[in-house]
C-alpha cells in the first residue's frame, strides 16, 4: 500500500486534534472513555462537536432524539440528504475511536469540501447520532431509529440501573421527548448514508492491511429474560426443593455459549453481558434474574436456528428448576446489505489511492444499520490493533483514520458531483 507518498486533500492534523481534545470528556484512565447516552458527558461533548460543525461553517441543530446534526447546503436544497454519521456515546469501560471517527472524519470531510469550494450537488449532513451503543437502556440505535420513525413505543420508558427512564433523560439533555414525531425525516429525504468506522475486529490488523470496504452487517437478536424462581434462606432449604433462578440462568449463559460455537467455520456470536440477581444477597437463594442475550450471524437462516435452540434451552432450564419465564425481543434485524455501487466507487477511489482493499463484513451493527432500511449504504473500515473494541486498549493509528477519512472524502465527491 503506497499510501504515504500521496498527498492528503483532508487535514490529518485538524482530525487528530479533534479525536483527542474528545478524548477528554468521559476520560477514564489514561486512554479509556466512559460517555454514556444522554449523560452530562454525552451532552458535553455534543457540544464540543457542535461548536466544530458552526467553526466549519455548517448550520447546526440537535433534535429531541438527541441528535446533533450538522448542514452543509447544496445546489439543490430539495434533493434528498447525502447523509454521514456514527456516534460519539460509549461503552462505560470504552475507547476514544468507536463511533467518534466516523462523526469527525464526516466532518472533517465537510468542512474540506467547504475550503476547496465545492458545491454538492445535494445537501449534505453530518450526524452524531444518540445512544448507539445501547447499554445505558439495555436498547441501541436510538437516534438513528428515532429520525426514521423506527421506535417501539415502549422505548421512552426503559430504565437504566439507576431507575432514570429515557424519557426523563431526554428531558434533561434538553430535549422534548412529547415533540419526536417532527425530527422524523420524510420518507425518501435520504438518497444515502455514509459511515467511517473502526473494524471493531482483527482482520484487518491481521493482514496488515489499513482500511477495508463493508459488504455486509450482520443481523443482531437482542433479548431480555427473566427467570423467576423462589427465595429461601441459603443454609436451610435442601437441594432438591430449591427453586434457584440463578441456576437456570448459568445454564442458559452456557447454552449461548456452546450453541454459537456449533460451527466453529461460522461468524455466529452469542453473548451474555449484563446480570441483575434478586435478591443479590449472599445468603439468599436467588429469586429472579434478568440477563440479556445478544446473538448476531450474518446467515439468517443459521441465525433463526441457534434461536429456536435457545428457546428450547431456556423451556428446558426453567423446567428443570420450577420457574416461570419471560422472553422480551429487544432487537430484531436481518442482515444488511452495503450497496453495489457505493462499494464500486469506494474500491476505485482507494485504487487511485494507491491502496488495494478488501471487503469484509461487520459483526458489529452500526447506525447504518437502521439507515440501511429507507436508503443505499456504505461503510469504510479502519484497521484497530488486535481487533480490541469496548475496551481503553482501542487503538487506531491516525495515519490509518486519516487514510480512511481520505477514501470517505473522495467517495462523498464523488456522490455529490453532477453528472
Given at each position: 500500500?503506497?499510501?504515504?507518498?500521496?498527498?492528503?486533500?483532508?487535514?490529518?492534523?485538524?482530525?487528530?486534534?479533534?479525536?483527542?481534545?474528545?478524548?477528554?470528556?468521559?476520560?477514564?484512565?489514561?486512554?479509556?472513555?466512559?460517555?454514556?447516552?444522554?449523560?452530562?458527558?454525552?451532552?458535553?461533548?455534543?457540544?464540543?462537536?457542535?461548536?466544530?460543525?458552526?467553526?466549519?461553517?455548517?448550520?447546526?441543530?440537535?433534535?429531541?432524539?438527541?441528535?446533533?446534526?450538522?448542514?452543509?447546503?447544496?445546489?439543490?436544497?430539495?434533493?434528498?440528504?447525502?447523509?454521514?454519521?456514527?456516534?460519539?456515546?460509549?461503552?462505560?469501560?470504552?475507547?476514544?475511536?468507536?463511533?467518534v471517527i466516523g462523526v469527525l472524519g464526516g466532518l472533517e470531510v465537510v468542512q474540506t469540501l467547504k475550503e476547496q469550494g465545492f458545491m454538492p450537488a445535494q445537501?449534505?449532513?453530518?450526524?452524531?447520532?444518540?445512544?448507539?451503543?445501547?447499554?445505558?437502556?439495555?436498547?441501541?440505535?436510538f437516534g438513528s431509529k428515532g429520525i426514521l420513525g423506527m421506535l417501539d413505543p415502549t422505548d421512552l420508558e426503559r430504565t437504566d440501573k439507576n431507575g432514570v427512564t429515557r424519557r426523563q433523560a431526554l428531558i434533561d439533555f434538553g430535549c422534548d421527548p412529547d415533540r419526536l414525531e417532527a425530527s422524523i425525516y420524510p420518507k425518501g429525504s435520504i438518497c444515502a448514508y455514509l459511515e467511517l468506522h473502526i473494524e471493531q475486529g482483527p482482520i484487518l490488523d491481521a493482514a496488515k492491511e489499513a482500511i477495508g470496504i463493508v459488504s455486509a452487517i450482520s443481523g443482531?437478536?437482542?433479548?431480555?429474560?427473566?427467570?423467576?424462581?423462589?427465595?429461601?434462606?441459603?443454609?436451610?432449604?435442601?437441594m432438591p426443593m430449591r427453586k434457584d433462578a440463578l441456576v437456570g440462568a448459568a445454564k442458559?449463559?452456557?447454552?449461548?455459549?456452546?450453541?454459537?460455537?456449533?460451527?466453529?467455520?461460522?461468524?455466529?456470536?452469542?453473548?451474555?453481558?449484563?446480570?441483575?440477581?434478586?435478591?443479590?444477597?449472599?445468603?439468599?437463594?436467588?429469586?429472579?434474574?434478568?440477563?440479556?442475550?445478544?446473538?448476531?450471524?450474518?446467515?439468517?437462516?443459521?441465525?433463526?436456528?441457534?434461536?429456536?435452540?435457545?428457546?428450547?434451552?431456556?423451556e428446558l432450564a426453567a423446567v428443570e428448576g420450577g420457574l416461570y419465564y419471560t422472553i422480551t425481543e429487544d432487537t430484531n434485524s436481518d442482515p444488511r446489505y452495503c450497496a453495489d455501487w457505493i462499494k464500486a466507487i469506494m474500491h476505485e477511489e482507494s485504487s487511485k489511492l494507491g491502496a488495494s482493499v478488501r471487503e469484509l463484513m461487520s459483526g458489529p451493527f452500526h447506525d447504518a444499520l437502521a439507515l440501511s432500511y429507507v436508503c443505499d449504504y456504505g461503510m469504510i473500515f479502519v484497521r484497530c490493533?488486535?481487533?480490541?473494541s469496548h475496551n481503553p486498549q482501542e487503538y487506531a493509528a491516525y495515519e490509518d483514520i486519516a487514510l480512511g477519512t481520505e477514501l470517505l472524502y473522495k467517495t462523498v465527491l464523488r456522490m455529490s458531483t453532477n453528472q
Amino acid at each position: 500500500m503506497n499510501v504515504k507518498a500521496r498527498k492528503l486533500t483532508i487535514n490529518e492534523e485538524r482530525l487528530q486534534k479533534r479525536i483527542e481534545q474528545l478524548a477528554q470528556i468521559g476520560k477514564i484512565g489514561e486512554t479509556g472513555v466512559c460517555r454514556l447516552a444522554l449523560s452530562a458527558e454525552d451532552r458535553a461533548g455534543v457540544e464540543l462537536v457542535r461548536s466544530w460543525m458552526e467553526e466549519a461553517g455548517l448550520q447546526t441543530r440537535v433534535d429531541d432524539f438527541g441528535n446533533l446534526i450538522g448542514r452543509m447546503a447544496g445546489k439543490d436544497e430539495q434533493a434528498p440528504i447525502l447523509m454521514i454519521g456514527s456516534h460519539i456515546d460509549s461503552q462505560p469501560y470504552g475507547g476514544q475511536y468507536d463511533g467518534v471517527i466516523g462523526v469527525l472524519g464526516g466532518l472533517e470531510v465537510v468542512q474540506t469540501l467547504k475550503e476547496q469550494g465545492f458545491m454538492p450537488a445535494q445537501p449534505i449532513e453530518v450526524v452524531a447520532f444518540c445512544d448507539e451503543e445501547g447499554c445505558r437502556f439495555q436498547k441501541g440505535l436510538f437516534g438513528s431509529k428515532g429520525i426514521l420513525g423506527m421506535l417501539d413505543p415502549t422505548d421512552l420508558e426503559r430504565t437504566d440501573k439507576n431507575g432514570v427512564t429515557r424519557r426523563q433523560a431526554l428531558i434533561d439533555f434538553g430535549c422534548d421527548p412529547d415533540r419526536l414525531e417532527a425530527s422524523i425525516y420524510p420518507k425518501g429525504s435520504i438518497c444515502a448514508y455514509l459511515e467511517l468506522h473502526i473494524e471493531q475486529g482483527p482482520i484487518l490488523d491481521a493482514a496488515k492491511e489499513a482500511i477495508g470496504i463493508v459488504s455486509a452487517i450482520s443481523g443482531p437478536l437482542w433479548w431480555t429474560v427473566e427467570l423467576t424462581g423462589f427465595a429461601g434462606h441459603a443454609g436451610s432449604v435442601p437441594m432438591p426443593m430449591r427453586k434457584d433462578a440463578l441456576v437456570g440462568a448459568a445454564k442458559v449463559i452456557l447454552a449461548v455459549n456452546e450453541l454459537a460455537k456449533l460451527d466453529p467455520q461460522a461468524p455466529t456470536v452469542g453473548t451474555v453481558g449484563h446480570l441483575e440477581v434478586f435478591p443479590d444477597s449472599r445468603n439468599i437463594i436467588p429469586e429472579r434474574v434478568r440477563f440479556s442475550i445478544d446473538l448476531r450471524d450474518i446467515d439468517l437462516k443459521r441465525r433463526d436456528e441457534r434461536e429456536q435452540a435457545l428457546r428450547e434451552a431456556i423451556e428446558l432450564a426453567a423446567v428443570e428448576g420450577g420457574l416461570y419465564y419471560t422472553i422480551t425481543e429487544d432487537t430484531n434485524s436481518d442482515p444488511r446489505y452495503c450497496a453495489d455501487w457505493i462499494k464500486a466507487i469506494m474500491h476505485e477511489e482507494s485504487s487511485k489511492l494507491g491502496a488495494s482493499v478488501r471487503e469484509l463484513m461487520s459483526g458489529p451493527f452500526h447506525d447504518a444499520l437502521a439507515l440501511s432500511y429507507v436508503c443505499d449504504y456504505g461503510m469504510i473500515f479502519v484497521r484497530c490493533k488486535d481487533g480490541i473494541s469496548h475496551n481503553p486498549q482501542e487503538y487506531a493509528a491516525y495515519e490509518d483514520i486519516a487514510l480512511g477519512t481520505e477514501l470517505l472524502y473522495k467517495t462523498v465527491l464523488r456522490m455529490s458531483t453532477n453528472q
